[in-house]
T-cell receptor
Framework: SQQGEEDPQALSIQEGENATMNCSYK?????LQWYRQNSGRGLVHLILIRSNEREKHSGRLRVTLDTSKKSSSLLITASRAADTASYFCATDGRGGGADGLTFGKGTHLIIQP | ETGVTQSPTHLIKTRGQQVTLRCSSQSGHNTVSWYQQALGQGPQFIFQ???????GRGNFPPRFSGLQFPNYSSELNVNALELDDSALYLC?????????????FGPGTRLTVT
């Protein structure tokens, strides 16, 4: 089952604009991660934010986490055509076992040149 | 690109057959996880191997099985293939016990069951 839900499902913007994607999840987490996937290929890790962090930056990426609302957002600033991809949030649960990452359905981002 | 490799890239099988998919983890990583990604969906966790033993499993039936070898490479075996098994199969390696934290994904194997 999918824990996370990304919003919107699809987003199309002009190159140079900022893109914001949101993610909601259901259970307590250790951390939340964002991944990018190009055309049905492997996933690339973008950024990890721990449950005790509220905001994190990496280059043009800014991630926020609100554990009280069980939500996160990914902001990509000054978008480029190469940013066209699907973006997934994934949660790493607090369970002691190895239960893997739980992914949402993703946001498909299209950057128009 | 990560150092995780998968083979084959594409595979076409008939319903009822068996399939083996392979994964070589990134150097230094002792944990391998397998995920199934249906078209238009996010990846779903199948199971994880740590030091050659399965140490976590998602909601997949026993006909999905695996192995991890001393060099930490891994296999995913699926018996009695069903049409719904058609998907992209991804393996991911990590260096933290239990596979917590950042995962390094391979390019995937696209399985089509006819």
């Amino acid at each position: 089952s999918q824990q996370g839900e990304e919003d919107p499902q699809a987003l199309s913007i002009q190159e140079g604009e900022n893109a914001t994607m949101n993610c909601s999840y259901k259970t307590s987490i250790n951390n939340l991660q964002w991944y990018r996937q190009n055309s049905g290929r492997g996933l690339v890790h973008l950024i990890l934010i721990r449950s005790n962090e509220r905001e994190k930056h990496s280059g043009r990426l800014r991630v926020t986490l609100d554990t009280s609302k069980k939500s996160s957002s990914l902001l990509i600033t000054a978008s480029r055509a190469a940013d066209t991809a699907s973006y997934f949030c994934a949660t790493d649960g607090r369970g002691g076992g190895a239960d893997g990452l739980t992914f949402g359905k993703g946001t498909h981002l299209i950057i128009q040149p | 690109e990560t150092g995780v490799t998968q083979s084959p890239t594409h595979l076409i099988k008939t319903r009822g057959q068996q399939v083996t998919l392979r994964c070589s983890s990134q150097s230094g990583h002792n944990t391998v996880s397998w995920y199934q990604q249906a078209l238009g969906q996010g990846p779903q966790f199948i199971f994880q191997y740590y030091r050659e033993e399965e140490n976590g499993r998602g909601n997949f039936p026993p006909r999905f099985s695996g192995l991890q070898f001393p060099n930490y490479s891994s296999e995913l075996n699926v018996n009695a293939l069903e049409l719904d098994d058609s998907a992209l199969y991804l393996c991911a390696s990590s260096y933290l016990a239990g596979g917590k934290g950042e995962q390094y994904f391979g390019p995937g194997t696209r399985l089509t069951v006819t």
